[in-house]
């Protein structure tokens, strides 16, 4: 299994930690005290390592179709009146990802990179309805080939307190682009065209640069 770089420092601290923490425990004799720290550290160290892990996943998806930038579910499907950039109705698809999902995140178009802006904010949980506007988020704009500017958003939930992204104005990307990592909990908002087919809906649970959320109009 692979890992992702952006969790190279922790992983090290936590097995570090975690063996220091056995080591000692060792020296107690306690064998109950033993194993009960043994197998608790294991499970922290196994769930800390599977939230790094970086799958290796191609799509074949047509240059029309926006695909899931990442793991997680669907919580939100509405029409919104996009004010940072686009200022217009869009429609808004949002996807919540556990600290158990994937938190790699890829571009769901190619094109280019018309706009790029960090915001300090909150650390409001990521369901909460006003997430999207208030906690630490980036924005990001792709320029499709014809002409349709999709924005996204990267969201820090109440656990997240890093959000890195990639992108650079001026960038020309590939659809599936890794663009970005959320650190322990975050979601990602997905902002299309009010054209645009929606192929998902509230519940369901996408698979990152996988799963077709929406198909553009030619």
Do not use: C
């Not at 930038?69 to 950039?85: Q, R």
């Not at 808004?92 to 999902?101: D, G, K, R």
């Not at 979601?187 to 799963?211: M, S, W, Y």
């Amino acid at each position: 299994m692979r890992f992702h770089r952006e969790g190279n420092t922790i992983m090290w601290v936590t097995t570090v930690l975690v063996l220091a923490l056995n080591a000692g425990i060792y020296f107690t004799g306690i064998s109950w005290l033993m194993l009960l720290t043994g197998l608790v550290s294991l499970v922290f160290w196994i769930l800390i390592m599977q939230f790094f892990r970086y799958p290796k996943r191609l799509n074949g998806a047509d240059s029309l179709d926006v695909v899931a930038p990442a793991d997680g579910k669907v919580v939100v499907i509405e029409k919104v009146f996009e004010t940072e950039y686009l200022n217009r109705e869009v429609r808004q698809i949002s996807i919540f990802m556990s600290p158990v999902n994937v938190h790699i995140n890829w571009a769901p178009i190619a094109g280019l990179v018309t706009y790029y802006k960090y915001h300090a904010g909150k650390y409001l949980v990521a369901w909460h309805p006003k997430s999207s506007t208030e906690n630490e988020r980036t924005t990001s704009v792709v320029k499709h080939a014809n002409g349709t500017e999709i924005l996204f958003r990267q969201i820090a939930g109440a656990l997240a307190k890093r959000i890195v992204n990639y992108l650079k104005v001026g960038d020309t990307i590939e659809k599936g682009h890794e663009f970005g990592f959320i650190k322990f909990g975050s979601r990602v908002d997905i902002f299309v065209p009010l054209d645009a087919e929606i192929l998902v809906k509230i519940g369901d649970k996408p698979v990152g640069n996988q799963t077709v959320i929406a198909r553009l109009k030619a």
